[in-house]
């Protein structure tokens, strides 16, 4: 089971962190992605981090603004986000899998927690 937290109000520009603790399991061993859903719209990759940390991949809008980490050893992933937009408001989710690879679809994620909500005012 996933828990993500850390979500909340922020003024565009400011930051946030947001983390992803692991219960009933760990997350070693699982590449872990962070997904994203705004309001009206369907939820949408951000990025994810390979089982041991080395390699991350994160889709256009956020790279070089937000970077992913994990530690295995507290069983949590982390999505630090800084220069927040309006456009980054949403909901987000921490999904896990054990495929390797980019894995960028949904469907590819067989674990996920419930969603911390992400409010960016202009």
């Known amino acids: 089971q996933l828990q993500a937290s850390g979500g909340g109000l922020v003024q565009a520009g400011g930051s946030l962190t947001l983390s992803c603790a692991a219960s009933?399991?760990?997350?070693?061993?699982?590449?872990m992605g962070w997904f994203r859903q705004a309001p009206g719209k369907e939820r949408e990759f951000v990025g994810r981090i390979t089982r041991n940390g080395a390699s991350t991949y994160y889709i256009d809008s956020v790279k070089g603004r937000f970077t992913i980490s994990r530690s295995n050893l507290k069983n949590s992933v982390y999505l630090q986000m800084n220069s927040l937009k309006p456009e980054d408001t949403a909901v987000y989710y921490c999904a896990a899998t054990t495929m390797v690879g980019l894995r960028v679809r949904e469907s590819e994620y067989y674990t996920w927690g419930q969603g911390t909500l992400v409010t960016v005012s202009s």
């Open positions: 009933g399991g760990t997350i070693s061993g699982h590449v």
